[in-house]
Nanobody
């Protein structure tokens, strides 16, 4: 199995940027597809995006497309979520998740398709 730890969250104002990290250990990092999800208070966990094993392909939810970028550095066992032009509606706890895959893109937009999860990091965007 793989263990995941998110970091980098914080309180920022609308329009600013923030970069989250997802550090992995305990597994072969390059064998996992890594997804990002977020959960706002009172809402279900929602898909943000995912990145494939090599980092050559990413897929994003429409709500973040063009603003968020996922990248990975397999040598460092880390996946990043660069968030730009943040909006108050981006406020949530952000989680990274891992799955051995590969399956279809639609498969990885659902939280229940991932077996391994980090503890989450809070992102708050003020207006």
């Amino acid at each position: 199995q793989v263990q995941l730890v998110e970091s980098g969250g914080g309180l920022v104002q609308a329009g600013s940027s923030l970069k989250l990290s997802c550090a992995a250990s305990g597994g072969t990092f390059s064998s996992y597809i890594i997804g990002w999800f977020r959960q706002a208070p009172g809402k279900e966990r929602a898909f943000v995006g995912f990145i494939n094993r090599s980092g050559g392909m990413t897929y994003y939810a429409n709500s973040v497309k063009g603003r968020f970028t996922i990248s990975r550095d397999n040598a460092k066992n880390t996946v990043y979520l660069q968030m730009n032009s943040l909006k108050p509606e981006d406020t949530a706890v952000y989680y990274c998740a891992a799955d051995s895959g590969p399956y279809s893109s639609s498969w990885y937009t659902r939280a229940d398709r991932y077996d391994y999860w980090g503890q989450g990091t809070q992102v708050t965007v003020s207006s």
